[in-house]
């Protein structure tokens, strides 16, 4: 069964902890892409890779770290240094960096209090 | 910096209505336009892919159609049903990059 899992799907930290979402895609897809949507906005692009041990910052890449060891997976860590954690957060996948179509996983939402 | 812009942000329509959904970015140098479809806490689901070089996609009941010279792109659809009500985004793929614009989409009900 092919697709994108995020994991948890619901998630709960407290100020000044760091947090990782997890990210895996069995697609086979070389790009790999974390959103972060917040109410009333578009999504906005935090991190993206092209290739393994490769990656590139988005629009608002200040607070996160991601890293891309495997092709599968693209973790996202979330850390204390970003000052509105609280979002929903979208992970995507697409065979080759921007020209293909791009799919997406079911997203993690994050709180933090 | 491409934008993309959305219009209506909501929108109700009776159940069986055809409906069109628009989107317009304002640099009309694109590779290509992705449709997709979110229901409220899901991600996102892709319903229609258009390259620069083709002017419509069609899947069903859904017809999008592109028009890079005036920076516009359009989601028909025909026979609506409660189930289409969601969130439709659309997203533009630039030519100079490999990341996709969101507009901030449009909400859409379809009343029984």
């Known amino acids: 069964d092919g697709g994108i899992t995020q994991s948890p799907k619901y998630l709960f930290r407290k100020e000044g902890q760091n947090v990782t979402l997890s990210c895996e895609q069995n697609l086979n897809h070389d790009a790999m892409y974390w959103y972060r949507q917040d109410p009333g906005q578009g999504l906005r692009l935090i991190y993206y890779s092209q290739i393994v041990n490769d990656f590139q910052k988005g629009d608002i890449a200040e607070g996160y770290s991601v890293s891309r060891e495997k092709k599968e997976s693209f973790p996202l860590t979330v850390t204390s240094a970003q000052k509105n954690p609280t979002a929903f957060y979208l992970c995507a996948s697409s065979r080759l960096a921007g020209a293909s179509e791009q799919y997406f996983g079911p997203g993690t939402r994050l709180t933090v209090t | 910096k491409q934008e993309v812009t959305q219009i209506p942000a909501a929108l109700s329509v009776p159940e069986g209505e055809n409906l069109v959904l628009n989107c317009s970015f304002t640099?009309?140098?694109?590779?290509?336009l992705q449709w997709f479809r979110q229901d409220p806490g899901k991600g996102l689901t892709s319903l229609l892919l258009i390259q620069s070089s083709q002017r419509e996609q069609t899947s069903g009941r859904l017809n999008a159609s592109l028009d890079k010279s005036s920076g516009r792109s359009t989601l028909y659809i025909a026979a609506s049903q409660p189930g289409d009500s969601a969130t439709y985004l659309c997203?533009?793929?630039?030519?100079?990059?490999?990341?996709?614009?969101f507009g901030e989409g449009t909400q859409l009900t379809v009343n029984p």
């Open positions: 997203a533009v793929l630039v030519s100079s990059g490999s990341r996709l614009t």
């Open positions: 640099d009309s140098a694109i590779y290509n």
